[in-house]
Every structure is written in C-alpha cells, then in structure tokens.
C-alpha cells in the first residue's frame, strides 16, 4: 500500500508564491508516488473572525488554486474539511489527551493571540484540529513549509501520546520540508516570514497578481548596500531573492552562483520578476478557466469528500473503541 499524504491551506487571504514554493509545489512534484489528500481547511480559517460570504467564495478560489497549480483530482482527493465532520469528531478526543500547556507554547499562537483583543479557545486548540486532520487518514508524511514545523511536532506528541495511553492506533507522522523555498520571506521586510495575514504594499507575491504588479513588488524588494551579488555575504534580503528564482527554475547550487556572482540588483530583481512572471502566467490561466466552472469545482471536492470520508468513519470508529466511548 502507498504511503498516504495530507496536507491543507487555509481558505483566508490570498495565496503567495511562499505558499506555492512551500507547499503547493510540492505536492504536485508528489502527487503520483503516494496517496494523497490535499484539504482546504475552513475549521482552521474560523479561528479568527471570517466573513461567511468571504470564506464561501475562498473555499473555491483554493480549490481552483489547487487545480491550477497541477493538482489532479483523478489521482489523488480534494476536500474542504468540514465536509467530513470525523475532523472535529477526532479533534474533542485529542484535546483530551492534550496539555494546554504544550498549545500555549506555539509560536503560531503566541503570534496571532498577541493581535487580538479576546482570544478565541479555537485559537488555542488549532494545532489539535491539526493533529485530527492528518492523525485521522494515518498519514506519513505531510508536506508544509517551515512555520509548521513545530505544528507538526505537536503532532507527534499528541499521537505518541495517545499510543502510549490507549495502544498502538496512530501512525506518528514525518515532516517533509522543500529544500529551497520552505521560508520565503517578506520582499519589504525579509526577516518575517510571508505571509498572507500581513498588511504591506509591497510584501508579498499573490499567485493571482497581475504581471505589472508582480513586477513592481520585485523590483521594490528590500536588499542591502552592498553594489551586487556576494552569495558568501549576501543579506536577507539578497538571498530571499536567490531563493525565489532557484526555486522556480529548479537551477542547481553551482549553477546559481555562477550566473549571479557580482550581478547588480537592480538586474536581480529583473531576472527574479521574470522568472517568476513566466511561471505564473499560465497558472493564472489555467486558475480562470477552472474559476468559471463552478459546477466541475463542486463535483471535484463532493467526489474527493466520499473518496477519504469512510478512511476518516474507520479511525473514529476504532479511537471510540480504543477509548471505550459508546460504539
Ligand atoms: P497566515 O500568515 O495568514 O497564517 P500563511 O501565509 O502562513 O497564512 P497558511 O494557509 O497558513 O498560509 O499556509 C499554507 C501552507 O503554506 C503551509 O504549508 C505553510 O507552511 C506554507 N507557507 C506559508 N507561508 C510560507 C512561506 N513564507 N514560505 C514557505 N512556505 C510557507
Ligand atoms: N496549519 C496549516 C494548515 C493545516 C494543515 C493541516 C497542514 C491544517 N491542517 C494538516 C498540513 C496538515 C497551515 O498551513 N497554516
């Protein structure tokens, strides 16, 4: 049997190319060698206030991103997760087995209570929810970018935790991390992480930005005052860059160095704005196509929604009779 995948994205804001090269690439690149099941996931987005006509429409600009960027639905499923309710069935069960002082501890909450006036116990319990997604289809690996990482630990735990208490009933997860992409940073600020939540003009690189735009945030990125390319010294900033054109061109370490060594950046940042053009143009196409095609979406995410619904009812069922609640 093939080893199984899960991964997810919140339907909130808009996609960036952080979220293409962290994850969203990645599972194309691995769509054929696993089962895979890629999750949009709308439990998560309302742990922070979502407006309910907003998120309708965000639940289908994802999946159609999904779509664009190569995912096929024949090979592997695309569901919205509070289509299958054994989500937040197995998410009460796993808080039960969860300290509150290891969710106090993340990074990712700490962050986004810190912007809230009234903290929402949704907030807090996200990274459970987390665990109940990938925990519940027995998956091995789960593609993500960097930042959850430690999500992704909590995970372990939890299901170690639960192994050890109630017997062996999960399999404990891997990370899997792109090994260039996993952080991109803010092109107006590289020591943030990009991030969809964040504010900036000038921040980040939308998947469904149109080229003159995309081309302006570039040539506007944050480097250094140094006159050109010095891989061995380069600032944040630089590398950031470097980051995104090898990224997308998939060029080796070698090959990187040579063409850029000594380069001015404002010829940087063209040959990075291009790059990223080229890429993006036909995604964009493919993006409006699918978007208008409301029907074939729907069908997509019912379809992958039955296909991973009865892997979901067998855990749940077997954590009940692990747990000795009522079957
Ligand atoms: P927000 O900042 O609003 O929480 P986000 O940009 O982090 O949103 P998510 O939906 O939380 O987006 O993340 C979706 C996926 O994209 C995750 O796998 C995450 O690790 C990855 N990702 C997010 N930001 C980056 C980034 N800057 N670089 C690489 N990967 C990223
Ligand atoms: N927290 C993740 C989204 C997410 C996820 C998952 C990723 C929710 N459930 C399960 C991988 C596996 C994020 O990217 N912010």
Known sequence: MKTRVFSGMQ????????????????????QHDYECIFCI????????YQEP???????????????AAGIDPQVCSIMVQSAVPAHAELAWMLTCVTPVGWLERMTQYKTK?????????GLLQYPVLMAADILLYQAGIVPVGEDQAQHLELTRDVAQRFNSLYGDTF??????????????MGLDDPTQKMSKSATGQNHAVALLDPPDKIRKTIMRATTDSSPGVDPETAGPGVLNLLAIYQAFSGDGDDEMKRHFAGMRYGELKKQVAEMVVTHLEPFQQRYRQIISDPGYLAAVLRDGAARVAPIANDTVRLVKQRMGLYT
């Not at 339907?11 to 691995?30: D, E, F, Q, S």
């Not at 996931?41 to 922070?48: C, E, F, I, M, S």
């Not at 997860?173 to 991109?184: E, N």
């Open 41 to 48: 996931v709308d439990l998560h987005a309302v742990t922070l």
């Open 53 to 67: 006509g907003e998120l309708r429409a965000k639940i289908a600009e994802i999946a159609a991103l999904y779509l």
């Open 11 to 30: 339907p909130t804001g808009n996609l960036h190319i952080g979220n293409y090269l962290g994850a969203l690439k990645n599972w194309v690149r691995i």
């Open 113 to 121: 209570a810190a912007k809230q006036e009234s903290v929402s116990d």
């Open 171 to 184: 399999v404990v997860p891997g990370t899997s991390l792109p090994a260039v992409g996993a952080r991109i």
